[in-house]
């Protein structure tokens, strides 16, 4: 769970309400124009959070509808089966790190920020900073990161976390996973031995 990346650079930051008629394909919009469209980075997803905290289960339910969508173009850690979050999230890092060369990551997680913010999913460049509402050191995620204002920061926020509204983090984690599907449908699912080929051949 993040709060800081409410407050960082605004101007690099898209907003989108999750209960919009087009929230979907705005946040596929915003993904694809950050997301890299021609690369040899495999593209990966990285949902952060656990399902012992209401509030912060927002990254791995959205793990769990996109693992059920079994997306071509794009790799995704961090499900309620297999959650990634303070405990174990340096030792999954390195591990995906040694999965894929390079990968060009997306760091999601829950967020706390301001009342009228409430519902809103952000996405924005760099990286993801867990556990920093709760005073945890932790290391940060993502080339650029989503994230969903789940309730109201200020004030005991790992309680405020634990009496989080299970339905507000469903509906926007059916938002956030709905806007990846759609942004998988037109990003192609890359060729990566075909691309460092040609990458290869540029540099020679």
């Known amino acids: 769970m993040n709060i ?3 407050f960082s650079d605004r101007r690099a930051m898209a907003r989108i309400n999750h209960d919009d008629f087009q929230a979907a394909e705005n946040l596929a919009e915003e993904l694809l124009l950050n997301i890299p469209s021609v690369t040899s980075r495999p593209i990966v997803f990285i ?4 399902d012992r905290s209401t509030g912060d289960s927002l990254g791995p339910l959205v793990g769990t509808l996109l693992e059920e969508k079994n997306l071509q173009s794009f790799y995704v850690y961090g499900t309620l089966d297999e959650p990634i979050h303070a405990v174990n999230l340096a030792e999954k890092l390195k591990e995906i790190q040694m999965k894929h060369v390079n990968p060009y990551i997306i760091g999601i997680d829950a967020c706390l920020g301001r009342i009228k913010n409430v519902g809103v999913i952000q996405v924005g460049s760099g990286p993801v900073k867990p556990g920093a ?9 993502g080339d650029i990161h989503i994230t969903g204002i789940v309730n109201v920061s200020g004030f005991m926020e790992f309680f405020v976390l634990q009496n989080t509204r299970l339905n507000l983090v469903m509906k926007m ?9 759609h942004a998988s449908l037109t990003y192609p699912k890359q ?14």
């Open 191 to 204: 060729d990566w031995n075909k691309l460092n080929w040609l990458e290869e051949e540029k540099t020679n």
């Open 4 to 6: 800081k990346s409410v």
């Open 173 to 181: 984690a059916k938002t956030i996973a709905a806007g990846i599907y």
């Open 133 to 141: 509402g709760v005073n945890k050191d932790l290391p940060e995620v």
């Open 47 to 50: 949902c952060i959070g656990t």
